[in-house]
């Protein structure tokens, strides 16, 4: 770590390091100098095999969102990721081949669930606002770092191939859950089919939009600063009102066991459904629009079945805590699945 911590231009000296450990993908570090803080990643090479791409993306968006920020009078310092040099570039690759990143701490808040619709419509706000800014980037010049990320066509090919492989012999515990998926294969296509059809348009999304990815600011209230950039990609509108609504009107979280506990929150769901509008500026069209409850379901069932395809296949990509976690996960989702599909009447009413 030593290495790795004088390879970046921090200011000051170091003087604490702590792991932090809510993310499923990357290594995460808070550093603190005697002069700021700021937060150390090793990014993970298995689910983002060229680092260096992931890294171009993220510096190119980010001076895109902070010169939109200085046009608009909005937070320049705060208002989007910072990233630290090592040397000529924004990443150091270590002696053992491993590649490093850091940027700037944001102070704020940050939320694992939604404590009011309040809460969740000002997240709303700021995931809108987020591809506002980037409305007129211009999304050839992203790599697609990870192919395919929210083709949930894809991502169900990928399931029925770790199900015939069964690598460690678990799907004979998993039946239940399978069988869910295989009912609907058909609804897979929903959303991919669309934008290959140019039924919806294709935009720079963010991808991964949980509720814990937008700093607040104590301060207004108000989301400061949408963080975790790596899987901004060429996308849908509807990826990232999808894998909102997913985690953040969720009665509880991702890792609840107690399945009874796991259901769609309509009055969240409206929240976010405003708040992003907001944000959005009404840059929405008739389609992706009538397509926003729908969008929901997908995201839900594509994680559900990415945290039963990781089950499967010996738990190779999301970091689990405990065995079978990703299991529980899955089933998790797939509740939330059932439930949105049963609350989407009520859904459809409340987009209207
Ligand atoms: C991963 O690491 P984290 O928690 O920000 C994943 C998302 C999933 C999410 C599920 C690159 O995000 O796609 O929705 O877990 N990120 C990647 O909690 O696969
Ligand atoms: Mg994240």
């Known amino acids: 770590m030593k290495e790795i911590l004088s390879a970046f231009q921090f200011a000051g000296k170091v003087i604490d390091l702590r792991e932090c450990t809510d993310g499923h993908i990357n290594g995460t570090y808070r550093v603190t100098t005697d002069q700021k803080t700021y937060i150390l990643q090793k990014i993970n ?29 909005g937070d320049a310092e705060r208002g989007t990721l910072r990233f630290v040099k090592a040397g000529d570039a924004y990443y150091y690759q270590d002696r053992f081949g491993e590649y490093w990143r850091a940027y700037h701490y944001v102070d704020g808040d940050c939320y694992q669930s939604c404590e ?24 050839t010049l992203l790599h697609e770092v990870i192919p395919d990320f929210h083709n949930t066509e894809k991502r169900y090919r990928d399931f029925e191939e770790a199900v015939e492989a069964d690598a460690c012999g678990r799907v004979a515990s998993c039946r239940a859950e399978i069988e869910f998926l295989r009912a609907r294969k058909e609804d897979c296509g929903l959303l991919a089919r669309g934008l290959r059809e140019g039924k919806y ?6 991808n991964d939009t949980k509720l814990n990815n937008v700093i607040m600011d ?3 209230g ?7 950039l790596d899987t901004v990609m060429p996308g849908s509108l509807l990826y990232d009102f999808g894998d909102a609504i997913r985690f953040g009107a969720s009665s509880a979280g991702e890792d609840e066991t107690d399945l009874d506990r796991v259901y769609i929150v309509p009055e969240l769901f409206y929240a976010f459904t405003k708040g992003f509008s907001d944000g959005l500026g009404g840059k929405i069209t008739d389609a992706e629009r009538a397509a926003l409850p729908q969008s929901a379901r997908i995201l839900t069932l594509e994680t559900g079945m990415r945290f039963l395809t990781d089950y499967l296949s010996g738990d190779t990509y999301f970091r689990i805590h405990h065995a079978g976690h990703n299991l529980e996960r899955a089933k998790n989702q797939l509740r939330l699945t059932e439930s949105i599909e049963d609350a989407m009447p009520k859904l459809e009413t409340l987009v209207e």
Request: charged share 30%; proline share 7%.
């Open 116 to 139: 009011s619709p309040d809460l969740f419509l000002r997240v709303g706000r700021a995931f809108g606002s987020f591809q506002r800014q980037l409305a007129d980037f211009d999304a």
């Open 45 to 73: 090479k298995s689910v983002f095999p060229k680092p260096f791409e992931v890294m171009e993306n993220v510096v190119l968006v980010t001076k895109h969102i902070r010169k939109k920020l200085r046009e608009e009078g």
């Open 218 to 220: 104590p301060a207004t």
């Open 201 to 206: 348009p294709l935009r720079v999304t963010h």
């Open 222 to 228: 108000e989301g400061l600063c949408v963080i975790d």
